[in-house]
């Protein structure tokens, strides 16, 4: 059995991050007469994604649950997605979307949801390759409520779609404990799409497998692994392969009962497209033709991409493999390409035969373009990223270039010389960022469009000067083995106060829960044993981005 961790509530949790919420229950009658057949309805897409985390290969869960709650009456919960199969690895969900469900919901106002998750599901696989024990993994229940930012207004045959972005980059969202286990606090956010539907269109779905529930004059029934069914329309443009021909296929050989794997399009009006379409008689193989790369081999002319399993798999590059940023800018054709690609992009590859060992790529798709980890240096033009065995990648700032502190892009500058400044640090507080990546058609380099400060999550160590005056003394063990301390502050405006939790072990059970600003001067105290997670600031200090501290352990 799993060790047991009390649920509790992170609503109100600072930077505007709010617990996942993970049940549900469906209230009102649950018949289908007459009066509810009369009810206005529309279509309810559920769509998620993930921040980005280089310390994880797998976190898998379960959905298995999820409903909206009308806005007037939080007692009236309508269930958009119900199954017992949905695993997904929220890993491999930055820069692409899993559609989770698109539902009929009755019209109305709606303001929250719940998604509830199996916690027995949880897989939890380091960068690594180790894998987490069962009895290592300490879940926050099973159901938490999350707001919306923006309101959902469902209307009689109208077409709306919800974005959730989990936060793996979250310092709260994996804990390890004092005695090496780890607690799961899922952090998830609403993301709202400022060009609405349109939005969504532009979207880059994951691959949904299944198989075909019924085929029509111009569209088919997927009835997917999830256990939920989507209607997928094709045209002219949709692409079919046969795997049980090795050739390339057409709409024609779809039926009923065929396992299939096809990768979608939403429009404005909420209708999915097909866009590539994988059929055949017997299951296919377990292989997602998207992923992050682990690795790119020059030498042998191959990419390393995620899988499902967390595993890399290898992906042979040929002279006529293209290589496109987004879809429409050509990067080039061929191995020489393999130069502008590094580890931690994410890819969609097209493969010419998916049945082949190894697999050819046909075209490689970069959907994302990263790099992170240690910011080494940074003036006004430029700034480096230091990697000690691939070595350093330095680019130019786009304009306009941008940067901002994980969490908050609401308070972004354009200052590159207070960008500048704030790359400091002493000892194990390196400053930590993530850029994304535009391709520079003109100079054929990549150049970074932003910057963005990644907390410091600092080893284990005390509070060794008891917090007063927004500041607090933190003392841990660094890399060298040698004690360093470091002043934190931490900000009491609401809105921009750091995450402040305290864990209590009480006879095996342990329990979470946040501390208000009001108790801070009570429990961060000297020698409490703790956790921080800081950022850098413009004068050279840092500022506290989450603090937890330990008892009973």
Same mark, same amino acid.
């Given at each position: 059995? &799993?060790?047991? /961790? &009390?649920?509790?509530?992170?609503?109100? /949790?600072?930077?505007?991050?709010?617990?996942?919420?993970?049940?549900?229950?469906?209230?009102?009658?649950?018949?289908?007469?007459?009066?509810?057949?009369?009810?206005?309805?529309?279509?309810?897409?559920?769509?998620?994604?993930?921040?980005?985390?280089?310390?994880?290969?797998?976190?898998?869960?379960?959905?298995?649950?999820?409903?909206?709650?009308?806005?007037?009456?939080?007692?009236?919960?309508?269930?958009?997605?119900?199954?017992? $199969?949905?695993?997904? +690895?929220?890993?491999?969900?930055?820069?692409?979307?899993?559609?989770?469900?698109?539902?009929?919901?009755? =019209?109305?106002?709606?303001?929250?949801?719940?998604?509830?998750?199996?916690?027995?599901?949880?897989?939890?696989?380091?960068?690594?390759?180790? %894998?987490?024990?069962? +009895?290592?993994?300490?879940?926050?229940?099973?159901?938490?409520?999350?707001?919306?930012?923006?309101?959902?207004?469902?209307?009689?045959?109208?077409?709306?779609?919800?974005?959730?972005?989990?936060?793996?980059?979250?310092?709260?969202?994996? #804990?390890?404990?004092?005695?090496?286990?780890?607690?799961? +606090?899922?952090?998830?956010?609403?993301?709202?799409?400022?060009?609405?539907?349109?939005?969504?269109?532009?979207?880059?779905?994951?691959?949904?497998?299944?198989?075909?529930?019924?085929?029509?004059?111009?569209?088919?029934?997927?009835?997917?692994?999830?256990?939920? !069914?989507?209607?997928?329309?094709?045209?002219?443009?949709?692409?079919?392969?046969? *795997? !049980?021909?090795?050739?390339?296929?057409?709409?024609?050989?779809?039926?009923?009962?065929?396992?299939?794997?096809?990768?979608?399009?939403?429009?404005? !009006?909420?209708?999915?497209?097909?866009?590539?379409?994988?059929?055949?008689?017997? *299951?296919?193989?377990?292989?997602?033709?998207?992923?992050?790369?682990?690795? #790119?081999?020059?030498?042998?002319?191959?990419?390393?991409?995620?899988?499902?399993?967390?595993?890399?798999?290898?992906?042979?590059?040929? @002279?006529?493999? %293209?290589?496109?940023?987004?879809?429409? /800018?050509?990067?080039? %054709?061929?191995?020489?390409?393999? *130069?502008?690609?590094?580890?931690?992009?994410?890819?969609?590859?097209?493969?010419?035969?998916?049945?082949?060992?190894?697999?050819?790529?046909?075209?490689?798709?970069?959907?994302?373009?990263? !790099?992170?980890?240690?910011?080494?240096?940074?003036?006004?033009?430029?700034?480096?990223?230091?990697?000690?065995?691939?070595?350093?990648?330095?680019?130019?700032?786009? $304009?306009?270039?941008?940067?901002?502190?994980?969490?908050?892009?609401?308070?972004?500058?354009? @200052?590159?010389?207070?960008?500048?400044?704030?790359?400091?640090?002493?000892?194990?507080? &390196?400053?930590?960022?993530?850029?994304?990546?535009?391709? +520079?058609?003109?100079?054929?380099?990549?150049?970074?469009?932003? =910057?963005?400060?990644?907390?410091?999550?600092?080893?284990?160590?005390?509070? @060794?000067?008891?917090?007063?005056?927004?500041?607090?003394?933190?003392?841990?063990?660094?890399?060298?083995?040698?004690?360093?301390?470091?002043?934190?502050?931490?900000?009491?405006?609401?809105?921009?106060?750091?995450?402040?939790?305290?864990?209590?072990?009480?006879?095996?059970?342990?329990?979470?829960?946040?501390?208000?600003?009001?108790?801070?001067?009570?429990?961060?105290? @000297?020698? *409490?044993?703790?956790?921080?997670?800081?950022?850098?600031?413009?004068?050279?200090?840092?500022?506290?981005?989450?603090?937890?501290?330990?008892?009973?352990?």
């Amino acid at each position: 059995m &799993r060790p047991v /961790l &009390r649920t509790f509530s992170l609503l109100a /949790l600072p930077l505007g991050l709010s617990a996942l919420a993970l049940s549900i229950a469906c209230s009102g009658s649950s018949s289908a007469g007459s009066s509810a057949s009369a009810t206005p309805m529309g279509t309810a897409s559920i769509i998620l994604t993930d921040a980005p985390s280089d310390q994880w290969s797998a976190v898998e869960v379960v959905v298995t649950k999820v409903a909206f709650l009308n806005k007037s009456d939080h007692t009236k919960e309508v269930v958009a997605f119900q199954g017992a $199969s949905a695993k997904i +690895n929220l890993v491999d969900l930055d820069s692409v979307g899993e559609l989770l469900a698109s539902a009929q919901i009755p =019209a109305g106002t709606y303001d929250a949801l719940r998604i509830t998750i199996d916690p027995a599901s949880v897989n939890l696989v380091k960068a690594d390759g180790t %894998t987490v024990a069962a +009895n290592q993994i300490h879940v926050l229940g099973s159901s938490v409520l999350v707001g919306l930012s923006t309101d959902l207004v469902v209307t009689a045959n109208g077409s709306n779609a919800v974005q959730l972005d989990f936060d793996l980059a979250h310092p709260l969202f994996l #804990v390890q404990l004092p005695d090496g286990s780890w607690a799961m +606090n899922l952090q998830v956010r609403h993301r709202p799409n400022a060009n609405g539907m349109m939005g969504m269109a532009q979207l880059m779905f994951r691959h949904r497998k299944g198989t075909v529930a019924s085929v029509g004059a111009s569209s088919f029934v997927l009835h997917t692994d999830s256990g939920n !069914d989507l209607t997928v329309n094709v045209d002219a443009g949709s692409w079919f392969f046969d *795997a !049980d021909a090795r050739a390339q296929g057409s709409f024609a050989g779809l039926a009923a009962g065929k396992h299939v794997l096809i990768s979608l399009r939403m429009q404005p !009006d909420g209708s999915l497209w097909a866009v590539r379409v994988w059929y055949s008689v017997n *299951a296919l193989p377990t292989w997602t033709p998207e992923g992050h790369l682990y690795g #790119v081999d020059r030498v042998n002319n191959r990419l390393l991409v995620s899988t499902s399993t967390g595993a890399p798999r290898a992906i042979a590059i040929d @002279s006529d493999t %293209t290589f496109t940023y987004r879809t429409s /800018l050509s990067l080039g %054709t061929g191995t020489a390409t393999l *130069a502008n690609l590094w580890s931690g992009f994410k890819v969609q590859v097209q493969v010419k035969d998916p049945l082949a060992t190894p697999m050819h790529a046909q075209s490689v798709n970069i959907q994302r373009a990263v !790099d992170a980890g240690q910011i080494s240096a940074a003036d006004a033009t430029q700034l480096t990223y230091a990697h000690p065995i691939a070595g350093d990648r330095t680019y130019a700032y786009t $304009s306009p270039f941008s940067w901002w502190y994980v969490g908050l892009p609401g308070l972004s500058s354009t @200052s590159t010389s207070a960008f500048a400044s704030a790359v400091t640090g002493a000892g194990d507080v &390196r400053v930590q960022g993530l850029s994304d990546l535009v391709w +520079n058609g003109g100079t054929g380099a990549w150049n970074a469009g932003n =910057a963005i400060f990644l907390p410091v999550a600092l080893p284990q160590g005390t509070i @060794s000067g008891s917090y007063s005056g927004g500041q607090l003394g933190f003392t841990f063990t660094n890399s060298t083995g040698a004690s360093q301390s470091i002043s934190v502050s931490l900000n009491p405006t609401v809105g921009l106060q750091p995450a402040v939790l305290e864990v209590t072990n009480q006879s095996g059970v342990v329990t979470v829960a946040p501390i208000p600003v009001t108790d801070w001067a009570a429990k961060l105290v @000297s020698p *409490a044993r703790a956790r921080v997670a800081v950022v850098p600031k413009p004068d050279g200090s840092f500022a506290a981005y989450a603090v937890v501290v330990f008892s009973g352990f």
